[in-house]
């Protein structure tokens, strides 16, 4: 098959849009002197966005210190620049995909459920390879499907026909999807990334998370791509993708490994028996940044 839906997507007129104050901010903070004053004030334009926000950085997920963070400039002086505009876009792309609708409530309760796990096991990574990624480890893996709920919207017929085609060959989701789709959702999902004007090493994880070798970010990449293993080893997946892996010989673990980074002190048998809950955890962030009728839709 021809690239015909990777350019169908390109000139759909109606593909989600982020929140013009997400913009802003992701916009702003690409700036040296940008002031703590500027970043929240702009969040405060979107007030919807900004109470989100907030209640993030009081969650169990963030929040340092006994305190309750009642503004958000406290929030950026406690957390840091970074980690709040990681928050605000994290938390506007699931206000911009979480509503898209599917045909198969399934499949996108388990897309969910499996971008958050994987964000929080490449956050566990980090700290146990004391990384310092500053929560971007945990924005890529949120964001790193997001190519499949477009090609699930719009070309469903075809996603769920790569999908049985995955079970069916045991083979990976992004092979079946280049048979029958011709395009891929790591492709989709780059150009989106791109549209939005979403930070580069957003852009480069949603393209190369299966192949972290080809990437320019290749640290953050890699911890991306061993978590997505990982939370579809705990039986977090949207389907397909089933097959069996050694994880010391895959691509991200031999990149980490020649960067310099202690993978040989990770004791795999423990580290997975530690990310076992991790379903509770995945439960816990959606309650945590959903609307009721939100979570009403997500367990549907």
């Not at 310092?132 to 945990?138: K, P």
């Not at 997001?146 to 049985?164: N, R, T, V």
């Not at 992004?174 to 939005?196: N, R, S």
């Not at 202690?262 to 609307?291: A, C, H, N, Q």
């Amino acid at each position: 098959m021809d690239r015909l839906i990777l350019q169908t997507v390109k000139h759909l007129e109606d593909l989600p849009t982020l929140p013009s104050v997400a913009v802003e901010v992701m916009s702003l903070s690409r700036s040296p002197d940008v002031s703590i004053k500027t970043i929240s004030e702009c969040i405060h334009k979107d007030p919807p966005l900004a109470a989100k926000v907030l209640k993030l950085a009081n969650s169990a997920f963030y929040r340092r210190g006994a305190h309750e963070i009642e503004t958000l400039h406290r929030a950026i002086l406690l957390m840091g620049l970074n980690e709040v505009v990681n928050i605000t876009t994290s938390v506007s792309v699931l206000s911009s995909l979480g509503s898209r609708k599917s045909q198969e409530q399934n499949i996108r309760k388990k897309f969910w459920q499996h971008c958050i796990a994987t964000g929080l096991i490449a956050r566990r990574i980090d700290t146990r390879l004391h990384m310092s990624l500053q929560g971007r480890e945990f924005v890529g893996g949120l964001l790193h499907d997001i190519g499949k709920i477009i090609l699930d919207e719009y070309f469903h017929d075809q996603f769920m026909q790569a999908h049985a085609l995955s079970i069916e060959r045991q083979c990976s989701m992004f092979e079946a999807e280049q048979e029958i789709l011709g395009t891929t959702h790591m492709e989709i999902g780059h150009f989106l990334a791109q549209k939005w004007g979403l930070p580069p090493y957003i852009a480069d994880i949603i393209l190369n998370h299966h192949h972290p070798r080809d990437a320019r970010f290749k640290d953050i990449t890699s911890v991306v791509s061993i978590a997505n293993l990982l939370a579809k080893a705990s039986e977090l997946s949207c389907g397909g993708d089933s097959m069996s892996f050694v994880l010391k010989d895959q691509q991200g673990w031999q990149i980490l490994k020649k960067m310099g980074h202690p993978m040989d002190s990770i004791d795999l048998e423990r580290f997975s028996f530690e990310i076992g809950d991790i379903g509770e955890e995945v439960k816990e962030y959606i309650t945590t940044v959903s609307d009721q009728e939100d979570r009403e839709r997500a367990y549907a």
